[in-house]
């Protein structure tokens, strides 16, 4: 007996992924300076960064520019490419991790600034940096049952506010070794946006089929990870532990269940850190060369990241590829989903 959810679909096709980059590159040094008394003061090396996550730089907004911005543009730019009309879509979902307060929904704002018709389902979907994949699962899901013709699917990033609060607390006189390990996390993290529209596939030959996705859950692990409003804290040791070995264990199962995925034409993983991705290429045995890697100059855009990734790798794609999406969310949840390019 299986220990993974397994969907398979029917009619959904993926139309178009597009991405925004933030507008300002920060260069991991940059931490360095800010931090650069408590770094003397605890002994701890310069460049941490890059040498342990492989992050060179990241994005941040400019001054004025909301993340919602971003999502808003790649949901326009998705829905152009796709030749759909704003009053065709049935469907909007907003994946991000970044929101201004608990309500309303992101979602109905994107809704509003795209022109969606009053007739469009809007609502949030927040599963850590998994929330962009859930949303193509159910809209895929809502195409195959008939309920809609088109969805669109946005995530927009912006963990600037934890960077100030954590380089605050980190610039404390009393903070230790292990608070700057518990926190750097977050200093990785970076800015961007994506949008996907997913319509039937009978209807668009050109669109490349969602085949389907597997899901499976390590809930006992839900403390190596947590984000509020002040930062994210993380055991860094344990989310490269299970985070990769439930990743391995639903693989395991997938192949059982009859999905074969060791010779895709790509890999399109969510992007956290060298580290992380070499445990992935070790314990489930993805070639690394299939494997683009964003993080070292966008950093981790939560779940912004991975459509991004697909989006900057489209343009390399050709028509027949397979492709697999996949990647771990704090919680601990593992997602794969595969597509026929």
């Known amino acids: 007996m299986t220990g993974n959810s397994s969907i398979r679909h029917q009619n959904a096709a993926l139309l178009a992924i597009t991405k925004v980059e933030a507008d300002e590159v920060v260069p991991s040094s940059h931490a360095d300076e800010v931090l650069e008394d408590t770094f003397a003061r605890l002994k701890m090396p310069k460049g941490l960064l890059q040498r342990l996550a492989g992050v060179n730089e990241r994005r941040v907004w400019s001054p004025g520019r909301h993340f919602t911005d971003g999502a808003v543009e790649a949901g326009e730019a998705a829905l152009a490419r796709a030749g759909v009309r704003p009053e065709q879509v049935g469907l909007l979902i907003n994946a991000s991790v970044t929101r201004d307060g608990y309500e309303p929904a992101v979602s109905v704002s994107v809704h509003h600034r795209l022109g969606l018709a009053p007739s469009a389902l809007n ?28 969805a669109v699917v946005v995530a927009g990033e912006d963990p600037t506010p934890w960077h100030r609060e954590t380089y605050e607390r980190l610039q404390g006189p009393d903070v230790t070794r292990a608070d700057v390990v518990r926190e750097f996390a977050t200093l990785t993290l970076g800015c961007g946006a994506a949008a996907a529209v997913v319509g039937p596939a009978d209807r668009h030959p050109e669109g490349h089929r969602i085949a389907g996705s ?55 993983g969510h992007q956290v850190s060298m580290s992380h991705t070499n445990k992935l290429f070790q314990d489930v045995g993805i070639a690394p060369e299939r494997f683009p890697l964003t993080f070292p100059f966008w950093g981790n855009v939560a779940a912004a990241a991975l459509p991004m990734t697909l989006a900057l790798e489209a343009e390399r794609l050709e028509r027949e590829d397979r492709v697999l999406l996949l990647g771990v969310g704090s919680g601990l949840n593992a997602t794969y989903m595969e597509i026929d390019w």
């Open 214 to 268: 597997v899901t499976r859950s390590a809930t006992e692990h839900h403390g190596l990870c947590i984000g509020g409003f002040d930062g994210m804290y993380t055991d860094a040791t344990g989310l490269l532990k299970h985070g990769v070995g439930l990743l391995a264990d639903a693989w395991h199962d997938a192949h059982q269940d009859g999905w074969e995925w060791s010779d895709m034409d790509r890999y399109i």
């Open 123 to 150: 609502f949030d979907v927040t599963n850590a940096c998994l929330g962009f994949v859930n949303g193509l699962t159910i809209a895929s899901t809502m195409i195959d049952s008939g309920a809609i013709d088109y």
